[in-house]
């Protein structure tokens, strides 16, 4: 700066100020408000979704969805990077951050979420291991006729105690592998063994929410929760609680063309919104960071009178500045 | 004789010495008085400066609760009503540290804070503001309930569609739960330290356009 306070402050009158009583005084106040907040009104702690409670609440969701892993038609499946490389993932012309990193973790959806699991029930399981033997066996053509059918069965299926029942038709061996699945998932097994295959200790639910968010199972409960984009998504919190309202911006760009619109503008439309949010909201960071230097916006508080209110004291006529006086 | 090379001596010692350069440095910039100060500018008395120190009360509420909430574990705060009401009082003092920051933010744009040498104070205080935004997001996807669920699997295609997802896996417990709780908060406390030693260092900045120059 090359000036020090003291020349920077020449001429100005100094007042009686104590920063340390200041700071103890808001330390206590904004520790009792957040004290009396938190005992009167708690936190948001609904239980999380399991893929045993979806197995057994909705079974032939969960089937339709385990069938669609294995048909490659899932959200995950088709996915892309950094999961797979099915699909192409978003871009904006030549900028495709998506693609550029490649599948860091891999998942194959029809692998990790329904043949392996089978397989792993199949060694005390017969009919089961006949079952599967008979799925890997098949061409890739025959599996996609019985898929077929049996998807467009599922539409009719009904549910008889925990099991889900189709009309009889050529499914190879799908409704033995799906009733198997669906049982294995009731059980709670599922929600263990996609966690982290052969390890002890696990953090990582990448694959279990993988799967969950392929179904129409959790979309349903946080449709229930008031937690979808269309009701801007993130921001919000289960109950009447406060979510992460600091995401506004950021959320309320989902809400507008042309990151809503299918033709868009110049490249921009719904099928990569996210990447272009998350480059617009760069930009904007960006700029707000660095307002000091961009003209007009540095300018605006110059136009726009409230430093006036907040300095109304030294902005006062000296006739009738109370700080004279006093 | 000896007093001329005692004082050359001197010199050539504080001329090779980093640590009497940082020493003279903060002597310099940050004498003990500027840090603590007790007299101020007498406008400082608007109440927008309250939001600042508000802001760093909640900061210490919140990392104060949250030591309490990793101390015991992610359980903890699930099971039992001890540990229900630090994740409330963790859950709180965040939305008031997020009130007071952004008030905070908004004062100082409209006073133009960033004028007269404060342009680094402004851009720390952005940034602070932008790692706060992460580690909040990070503390949601970490709660470990219905919400961190629904957050982890919307969240991932914004993360994923800018490459960030190959490295930032929000489906990820372990890895958002390290940041939230470690990496994130050493850089924000690093940061409002950093923030403050500048505000301390110079001072509040004089109002906008002084009528006549500045008044006694």
Do not use: C
Not at chain 2, 75 to 102: C, E, K, P, Y
Not at chain 2, 188 to 205: N, P
Request: hydrophobic content about 45%; cysteine-free; glycine content about 10%.
């Amino acid at each position: 700066m090359g000036r020090t306070q003291e020349d920077y402050y020449r001429g100005v009158r100094m007042a009686p100020y104590d920063l340390v009583k200041e700071l103890v005084v808001a330390l206590a106040g904004v520790g009792i408000l957040a004290l009396i907040v938190a005992g009167a009104l708690s936190s948001p702690d609904v239980a999380p979704a399991t893929i045993a409670t979806w197995s057994h609440q909705d079974q032939v969701d969960f089937v339709t969805t385990a069938s669609g892993e294995l048909a490659g038609s899932t959200i995950s499946a088709a996915y892309g990077p950094p999961y797979n490389s099915v699909g192409a993932g978003q871009s904006w012309g030549p900028i495709a951050p998506q693609r550029w990193f490649g599948v860091r973790i891999p998942v194959n959806s029809a692998n990790a979420f329904v043949i392996q699991p089978l397989q792993r029930a199949s060694f005390s399981n017969r009919p089961l291991r006949a079952a599967l033997s008979a799925w890997l066996g098949a061409s890739v053509g025959q599996q996609g006729k019985w898929l077929d059918t049996y998807t467009k069965a599922l539409t009719k299926a009904t549910v008889q105690g925990a099991a889900v029942r189709v009309a009889p038709g050529d499914y190879g061996p799908l409704p033995q592998m799906m009733s198997s699945l669906l049982g294995i998932a009731q059980d709670g097994g599922l929600d263990g063994l996609l966690v982290s295959p052969g390890r002890f200790y696990q953090t990582d639910y990448t694959q279990p929410l993988l799967f969950m968010g392929d179904g129409g199972y959790l979309a349903g409960l946080a449709d229930k929760s008031h937690l979808t984009g269309s009701l801007w998504g993130m921001m919000n919190e289960t109950g009447s609680y406060p979510g992460q309202t600091w995401l506004w911006l950021y959320t309320m760009w989902y809400q507008i063309p042309p990151f809503t619109s299918v033709s868009g503008v110049l490249g921009i439309n719904s099928s990569n919104a996210d990447l272009m949010v998350i480059i617009l909201m760069t930009v904007l960071t960006a700029a707000l960071a660095l307002v000091p230097f961009i003209p007009v916006l540095r300018d605006i508080p110059r136009w726009v009178p409230i430093h006036r209110l907040v300095w109304r004291d030294y902005y006062r006529p000296k006739g009738h500045d109370p700080a004279q006086s006093g | 004789m000896s007093t001329t090379n005692s004082s050359e001596d001197r010199v050539e010692r504080r001329q090779g010495s980093w640590t009497l350069r940082i020493r003279a440095a903060m002597e310099r910039n940050l004498p003990l008085d500027h840090l603590l100060p007790d007299r101020q500018p007498y406008y400082v008395g608007s109440w927008v400066y309250v939001f600042g120190v508000i802001t760093i009360a909640a900061l210490v509420w919140v990392i104060g609760s949250g030591v309490v909430l990793s101390f015991f574990g992610p359980q903890w705060w699930h099971d039992s009503g001890t540990g229900r009401f630090f994740n409330s009082l963790h859950f709180w003092s965040v939305q008031l540290f997020f009130i007071a920051m952004v008030l905070h933010l908004w004062g100082q744009y409209f006073m133009a804070g960033w004028r007269d040498g404060r342009a680094a104070t402004w851009m720390i205080g952005v940034v602070i503001f932008g790692i706060s935004v992460l580690t909040a997001f990070t503390g949601y996807l970490s709660q470990q309930d219905f919400a961190s669920q629904f957050i982890a699997i919307n969240a991932k295609d914004a993360m994923n569609s800018a490459g960030i997802g190959s490295f930032f896996n929000v489906l990820n417990f372990g890895q958002m739960y390290g940041l939230h709780v470690m990496l994130l908060p050493i850089g924000i406390t690093f940061l409002v330290v950093a923030h403050l030693v500048l505000v301390r260092a110079r001072g509040v900045v004089l109002p906008i356009d002084p009528e006549g120059g500045p008044r006694s």
